[in-house]
C-alpha cells in the first residue's frame, strides 16, 4: 500500500516530527499533514480547520497516527491518490527519524541458525527456545533513525550489529491467534540491535537479560512498508560494513512465523498500536558469529529487500564518568 | 512537598485521566486542572484561556506533567496554597489510575536478603549482582492503580506478589552521578511487582530475562508521595493478604542506594521524566521467600510508611486461547 517514515523538521516552534510517504522510484517524499491540510482547504475548510483536522490524522507520532486503524491508512491512500505536488521534498537530504515510536519493544530471537552460532557454541541450546518464541524487552526512548551516528558505550570494546527485520504492529489486541495476529501487523522496517557484547556477556550472568548490552542505542529504518507490498518469508537480508558485505540471510529461514510471535506477544497482555517487535538476527547476521567487530567510524549499512537501506555510522567511545563501587560479595 | 496521584473521570468526551494532588489528613483530593483553571479566571483569564493554560500544565499524563519540571512543581505548590475548596473531591469512592504512566519502568533486584532468599537458594548468588545494579526492563502498558483486580494469566498455577518501592524520575539526564541522581527522583510510590513464578522459572532458562512471567500486570499506587517528605532509607514496608500480615521490611536494608540505581540506569541512556524503577523485593517481601502462592479472589495490600496501602484483588484465572507448537529440537 505505501511505504510511511518519519522526518523532523525545525521551525519557529522548535524542531517537530512529521509523517510522510516514501516514493523512492520518484526519489520523493510527501508531507502527510500537510497534504491533507491543502486537500481540506480546497473543499472548503478554512485553514485553521484543515490544519486541526491534518494534525489529527497525521501526528508528529507514527504510533499515534496506527492507533486510528482504518481511519489512518484510508487517510494516507486519499493523500496519494494526489495531487500532491505541493507537499513534496525530494528524498536526498531529509533529517530521518525512527519511522516508529513505540510504547513497548521488544526483540526474539527466531532465526535458529543464529541461536546455534551464539548460544549453541556455549553448549546446549535451552529447549525454551523450542518450546516458545522467547523475547528480551529493549528501551524504545532510544531508538536511532536512518542516517544518525550511533554512540559508542565508555565501557564497551567489542560493538556488533544484528541484521533483523521489525514488524510493526497497527492493530492491537489481546490472546490473539496467530491468524488474527496476522491481521495485526502494519508493516516491516529494518532493525539494527546494536550490541556491546562484551558488556551484554557480562550482565547476562545475572539471569534477568540484556540491558546495558542493548539499550544504547536500536536503529530502526529508513522507513515501514506496509504488509500488503511483501511476502514476510521472501526476503533478502543483507549488511555491508564500510562497503564489504559481512552477512547475507534470507527471512524465511525464521523459526517461528511472524503471525506466531505476535500471537504469543499478546498472550496476558494488551498488545498496543504501535509496538515495535525485532525478529531475531538473521543466521550470520552479526559480527559475533563472524569472529569480527566494529570499530569507531564504521559504516553499517543493511539492506532489506522491499524496505531499503538503514545505514549508521559509529561514533567515537565516551568517557567513563562513574563506576558502581562493588558490594562485598555475600 | 504533596501526594499527587491520577483518577479516572467519565465524562461526555469518555474516560479521562486527571491529576490530583491528595490529603490524606482531610480525606480530600485536589483536581489540579480544575483548581488552575479556577485560579486563572479569578486572575482574569477569559474561561476558554483559563482551560489551555491548566491543561497544558496539568494534563492527564504525569509523565508529561512531571516534564515541565520547576514549573510543574511551582504550579502544584500554588494550587495547594488554596483556595481550592470548589476543586476538592472526598478521598473515598475514586477510581485510581497508576499515578505515574512511565515511557520506560525497570525493576532492579537491590535487596540483598531477597537474592539469597530466592536465587541464593538454587546455588551460588552471581558475582554481577554486587558488581552493579542490574535490572530487568518490564511492560509500562500492563500497569494497574490502586483497587484495580489483577488479571490471573491462563496458564500460572504459582501467583505471587512482591514488595517494593517504585522510584518515580522527576528530571532526566545522562551519565549521572549519584550526587546529580539523587536530584532526579521526584518521589516514590509502592510497586507491587505481581509474578507467575512457575512461567517466570520456565521463560528465564533462556537466558533473556522475565516476560510472560511478570508483565501481564504491575500494579502501583496508590499515589507519589515527593521526595522531599520522606527518608527513603527510613520507611517501613508490610504485606498483608486478605488482612493477614506475611511480610515486614525496611527500605534501609537496600544495598544500593536509590541515587546508585539511577546513576546507573543512567549510563549510556538518556533517563526521561516520568521513568519508573523498581526497588526490588524487599527481604521475604513476596511468597516465594516465604513457601506461600496466592489464590484467586485473595487481596493483596502493601503498606509503605509516608506513602499509603496499594490494594488490589486477584482475578480469576484466564482460558487458554493458543499455544505455540513446539519446534524440532536442535
Known amino acids: ?10 521551525g519557529p516552534d522548535g524542531p517537530t516530527a512529521r509523517l510522510v510517504a516514501v516514493l523512492p522510484h520518484e526519489k520523493l517524499v ?3 499533514a ?19 483536522m491534518a494534525q489529527a490524522l497525521f501526528p508528529g507520532s507514527m504510533a499515534q497516527a496506527l492507533a486510528l486503524g482504518e481511519i489512518f491508512l484510508e487517510a494516507v491512500e486519499r493523500v496519494l491518490a494526489g495531487p500532491y505536488a505541493d507537499s513534496a521534498l525530494p528524498i536526498e537530504g531529509l533529517h530521518w527519524l525512527p519511522p516508529i515510536d ?4 521488544r526483540d526474539c530471537l527466531a532465526f535458529e541458525e ?8 556455549l553448549g546446549p541450546i535451552p529447549d525454551i527456545y523450542y518450546q516458545i518464541p522467547i523475547y528480551y524487552k529493549g528501551n524504545p526512548t532510544t531508538l536511532l533513525g536512518h542516517e544518525a551516528e550511533v554512540p559508542w558505550p565508555a565501557r564497551c570494546q567489542e560493538m556488533d550489529f544484528e541484521l533483523e ?13 496467530p491468524d488474527q495476529a496476522k491481521g495485526c501487523i502494519f508493516g516491516i522496517t529494518i532493525f539494527n540491535d546494536f550490541s556491546a557484547r562484551d558488556i551484554q556477556r557480562q550482565e547476562m550472568t545475572g539471569m534477568l537479560g540484556p540491558a546495558k548490552g542493548k539499550d544504547f542505542a536500536t536503529a530502526v529504518g529508513p522507513w515501514i512498508t506496509t504488509a500488503d507490498e511483501i511476502d514476510l518469508l521472501d526476503l533478502q537480508m543483507v549488511a555491508r560494513v564500510n562497503g564489504e558485505e559481512w552477512s547475507r ?20 497482555e494488551l498488545l498496543q498500536p504501535g509496538e515495535l517487535i525485532g ?15 566494529l570499530k569507531p567510524g564504521d559504516v553499517v549499512e543493511l539492506e532489506v529487500e522491499g524496505v531499503g537501506i538503514l545505514r549508521n555510522r559509529m561514533g567515537r567511545p565516551g568517557q567513563v564518568i562513574w563506576q558502581p563501587p562493588p558490594r562485598r560479595t555475600g
Open 1 to 10: 500500500m505505501a511505504k510511511l517514515g518519519r522526518v523532523l523538521d525545525v
Open 30 to 32: 510527501v508531507d502527510l
Open 34 to 52: 500537510r497534504a491533507e491540510r491543502l486537500r481540506l482547504e480546497r473543499r472548503g475548510a478554512s485553514p485553521s480547520a484543515a490544519l486541526r
Open 102 to 105: 513505540p510504547p513497548v519493544m
Open 114 to 121: 543464529h541461536l546455534k552460532n551464539t548460544l549453541g557454541r
Open 165 to 177: 527485520l521489525g514488524f510493526v504492529i497497527g492493530k492491537g489486541g489481546k490472546d490473539l491467534t
Open 249 to 268: 540471510g534470507h527471512s524465511g529461514s525464521i523459526m517461528w512465523r511472524p503471525e506466531e510471535l505476535v500471537a504469543y506477544i499478546s498472550q496476558d
Open 279 to 293: 525478529s531475531g538476527t538473521v543466521g550470520l547476521g552479526c559480527g559475533l558469529e563472524l569472529g569480527r567487530f
